[in-house]
């Protein structure tokens, strides 16, 4: 969706005109929360280390604790301590943290830089703007991985690949939360795509998801950071599993590792950041100036150099060029590109807003089963 009509606060109007505090003061601290492993890296090197080095004194602290942005800024609001300035999240949990207040609302147009075609960014960015508090960086996916010398003559081409332990034997890594596990349960259990989300809305369709799931239960191991499926992978700990297409790409050229990708399936995705709400005015108006650099539309394409996401700005993605070390061409490496998107599957960021809560906890109570 795009947004329309955001109503503004007098001090929300103020840092979009400068970027600066009522007292001209900017923060020279502020703590960001991310992924860690190689898309941390990422921004480190596109965003955090270029901005650092044109502002004198900046501070960056880095926080891994993304995957846990909704439970932790729920208690820090709880106890009124605010202690994470921006935060990298997910699509779903982007609107989930808008609708309960805890990230503010932004005007797109008036915070960040205009295109370099000169599109205003609420164009640029268009549909991946999906929340009023959303501010897009990248288009990611989930997907599988699989180790070349551990699937015998016949590598795997289809997603249903990962509940065929007769062909493919050997441990699965999986992510011990619901998202693409559900939806790629439902699928391989005979759910048409487009039906997927109406079965997962319902008990009785949340249960045939956990059915599927049992039948590899006790050949999973359940991961809580991206980075550990291409590690078991590489270790031969595991026949294949589950992460974001950027780790599979760090370990397969980067690393040399011997392990294949499958984009069958593959569950397409936005990430980006939110602001918490309430911040002082000092560290606000250094947020704002840095997510107007880190957003422009060279900014956003540098980040391609170093990882194979696409950019969430239109007027981006031609500007991305070649791996910045290895010297290959990125493109055929993204999500979005054609030869690895002809059968994708669009995570849907309003179900999971809504229903995340409650899919959680089911989730949770059948892995203690």
């Not at 060029?321 to 669009?346: K, Q, R």
Request: net charge negative; glycine share 8%.
């Amino acid at each position: 969706m795009k947004l329309h009509n955001i109503l503004m606060t007098t001090s929300l109007l103020t840092f979009a005109a400068g970027a600066v505090s009522a007292d001209g003061h900017m923060a020279g601290d502020m703590t960001v929360v991310s992924w860690g492993g190689a898309y941390q890296a990422s921004q480190i090197n596109a965003y955090a280390d270029p901005y650092s080095a044109a502002n004198d004194g900046v501070s960056i602290i880095w926080d891994e604790s993304s995957g846990e942005a909704v439970a932790k800024l729920r208690a820090m609001n709880e106890a009124g301590n605010i202690t994470w300035d921006l935060v990298d999240v997910e699509a779903g949990d982007a609107i989930r943290l808008c609708d309960e207040g805890l990230a503010m609302e932004i005007d797109h147009d008036d915070m960040l830089a205009m295109g370099a075609d000169g599109s205003s960014a609420s164009d640029d960015f268009a549909d991946s703007i999906v929340s009023d508090c959303f501010i897009p960086q990248i288009v990611f996916s989930t997907t599988v991985g699989y180790r070349l010398d551990m699937v015998g003559d016949t590598a795997p081409t289809d997603i249903c690949a990962l509940f065929d332990t007769d062909t493919y034997p050997g441990k699965r890594a999986l992510n011990r939360r619901p998202l693409a596990n559900m939806e790629w349960a439902l699928l391989c259990d005979g759910v048409a795509k487009e039906d997927i989300y109406d079965v997962l809305s319902t008990d009785e369709g949340q249960d045939q998801a956990l059915a599927k799931l049992d039948s590899i239960k006790d050949q999973v191991v359940w991961w809580t950071a991206a980075a550990e499926t291409p590690q078991l992978l590489a270790d031969g700990e595991v026949v294949m599993g589950s992460t974001y297409n950027g780790r599979l790409f760090a370990a397969i050229a980067e690393q040399d590792q011997p392990i294949g990708m499958l984009w069958d399936a593959q569950m397409l995705d936005f990430d980006g950041w939110i602001i918490p709400a309430g911040l002082p005015e000092d560290r606000l108006a250094r947020v704002m100036d840095f997510v107007s650099y880190a957003t422009d539309t060279q900014r956003l394409a540098d980040q391609a150099a170093y990882i194979s996401y696409g950019p969430a700005r239109a007027s981006s993605a031609p500007l991305v060029g070649t791996h910045a070390t290895l010297g290959i061409e990125m493109a055929p490496h993204m999500p979005t590109d054609p030869a690895n998107a002809t059968n994708v599957f669009v995570t849907q960021y309003e179900f999971w807003a809504d229903y995340r809560d409650d899919i959680d906890a089911k989730f949770q109570a059948w892995l203690a089963q």
